[in-house]
């Protein structure tokens, strides 16, 4: 089973950045990508994980 993690980026990256990371079953990385809004980074994750 895969899961995700969607993190806050430093205020650098701009306001309301976010990074989602996916990681499989494993513990391995799979894909590493940015939302700007927490509700875009959240519908990523649904499109990913199902």
Do not use: C, H
């Amino acid at each position: 089973t895969a899961t995700a993690e969607i993190n806050r980026e430093k205020e650098k990256d701009g306001p309301g950045a976010y990074s989602i990371v996916i990681f499989t079953w494993n513990s391995r990385t799979l894909q590493v990508f940015k939302a700007r809004t927490l509700k875009e980074a959240q519908e990523e994750v649904k499109l990913m994980l199902g």
